[in-house]
């Protein structure tokens, strides 16, 4: 608009060229309201510019919170995992207290999830994934809760070794969907703009 605005003046002044000292001082109050606005619509465009590129930062930093927050808790659930949900056998041992493992342990894991306010993630895709996230942990809790409340029942069926598998695998797909949350976040980090460099 500015550029459009200069245009026209340009045009105007050089089929109206001023002959007197009078219409000389007229062009020039006029030619300075131009570059007035010209000068205010400029610092409009680039204050919008600089709002734009600080919301997209708080965007990106808060997302590469809940990428680090994600990634530790898949990683100490991973570790948790191997070591005693899964194989069956494993969680066999769990749940009939011979290896010990309380549900509340994964309340602090749950409190780490709390450190992401999803108000500042801005983008409803990456919400989802975090409520996702949240929802594969509840679940995790729900099927060691189950398998605890009855292992010894569950070791008494017949088909009890199976049971403690399928639970144990049931455990392992979530904690591996809760990976597949961490890479589409990931994606989401990655697709905001690299900010500019400003040197000090």
């Known amino acids: 608009m500015s550029i459009l ?3 026209v003046a340009a045009v105007v002044f050089a089929f109206n060229y001023p002959s007197t000292s009078g219409e000389w001082s007229a062009w020039a109050a006029w030619a300075q309201a131009i570059a007035s606005v010209a000068a205010i619509s400029w610092a409009g465009r680039q204050g ?7 919301r997209d930062a708080q965007k990106k930093a808060a997302t590469e919170v809940a990428v680090g927050i994600l990634r530790s808790v898949h990683s ?3 570790r948790v995992g191997r070591s005693r949900w899964w ?8 749940a009939i207290g011979k290896n010990f493992f309380r549900v509340e342990y994964l309340d602090p894991i749950e409190k780490m999830l709390d450190q992401v306010n999803l ?8 919400i989802e994934i975090m409520v996702t996230a949240r929802a594969k942990i509840w679940r995790i809790r729900e099927l060691l809760t189950w398998i605890i ?3 010894h029942k569950i070791e008494a069926r017949v088909d ?3 049971r403690f598998e399928s639970q144990a695998k049931a455990i392992e797909r979530q904690v ?5 949350c961490f890479n589409q976040l990931i994606q989401i980090m990655n697709s905001y703009e690299p900010m500019p460099m400003v040197d000090s």
């Open 5 to 7: 605005a200069v245009i």
């Open 160 to 162: 009890g070794a199976e």
């Open 87 to 94: 194989d069956g056998e494993r969680l066999r041992q769990v």
């Open 176 to 180: 591996r969907e809760l990976r597949n």
């Open 149 to 151: 409340e009855n292992g």
């Open 119 to 126: 108000e500042h993630l801005d983008n409803q895709k990456a």
């Open 48 to 54: 919008l510019v600089l709002l734009k590129r600080q």
């Open 76 to 78: 100490h659930l991973l």
